[in-house]
């Protein structure tokens, strides 16, 4: 795990659990992503303002209530540092990815840390130049997913098999 120089940093953690995330078995919950990055806050001595959890939320989407709500404490300057677990949980389009670590961030003096992946846009690493292949790689896995899903509902429209929810009543 990454070790930092601490100055005085107000921290936004940011988690987020998609539908599709959530029904794999070895996808990490909420729990485990608050777990990893609290035990990143302890051991780097970092000050803790508020958490972002954006559950049952696409990560191809940046329209998130959460994620909106971060943007805007970024804009108030209440929060200047962003953590993630990986990061595929702050997105999985890997054009508006990249806009936020290289541009949005930067310009906001707003220091981003994805934990698992050891990128720190404070440090020079080699791990920060190669998260753009990263991002596209997070962007292609939620295209495949999506297609996958599509594939199967488009087979059991074949097979006549029911596709749509449960009714809220019954006659």
């Given at each position: 795990?990454?070790?930092?120089?601490?100055?005085?940093?107000?921290?936004?953690?940011?988690?987020?659990?998609?539908?599709?995330?959530?029904?794999?078995?070895?996808?990490?919950?909420?729990?485990n992503q608050r777990?990893?990055?609290e035990r990143y806050?302890?051991?780097?001595?970092?000050?803790?303002?508020?958490?972002?959890?954006?559950?049952?939320?696409?990560?191809?989407?940046?329209?998130?209530?959460?994620?909106?709500?971060?943007?805007?404490?970024?804009?108030?300057?209440?929060?200047?540092?962003?953590?993630?677990?990986?990061?595929?949980?702050?997105?999985r389009d890997y054009?508006?990815?990249?806009?936020?670590?290289?541009?949005?961030?930067?310009?906001?003096?707003?220091?981003?840390?994805?934990?698992?992946?050891?990128?720190?846009?404070?440090?020079?690493?080699?791990?920060?130049?190669?998260?753009?292949?990263?991002?596209?790689?997070?962007?292609?896995?939620?295209?495949?997913?999506?297609?996958?899903?599509?594939?199967?509902?488009?087979?059991?429209?074949?097979?006549?098999?029911?596709?749509?929810?449960?009714?809220?009543?019954?006659?």
């Amino acid at each position: 795990m990454l070790k930092l120089i601490t100055k005085n940093y107000r921290v936004g953690m940011y988690i987020r659990l998609s539908r599709e995330d959530g029904d794999k078995q070895e996808s990490e919950s909420v729990g485990n992503q608050r777990k990893i990055i609290e035990r990143y806050i302890k051991e780097n001595n970092l000050i803790v303002i508020d958490e972002y959890v954006d559950d049952g939320v696409s990560g191809t989407t940046f329209d998130r209530p959460e994620f909106n709500r971060l943007i805007a404490d970024i804009e108030s300057q209440k929060i200047n540092m962003v953590i993630t677990k990986d990061l595929s949980r702050l997105g999985r389009d890997y054009i508006k990815t990249g806009f936020y670590i290289e541009n949005y961030f930067p310009e906001r003096s707003v220091r981003y840390i994805s934990i698992l992946d050891g990128i720190d846009t404070y440090s020079e690493t080699v791990n920060n130049d190669i998260t753009p292949f990263k991002a596209i790689l997070n962007d292609m896995y939620a295209k495949d997913i999506s297609k996958k899903i599509r594939s199967v509902f488009k087979e059991k429209q074949k097979q006549g098999e029911y596709l749509c929810s449960t009714p809220a009543y019954r006659i």
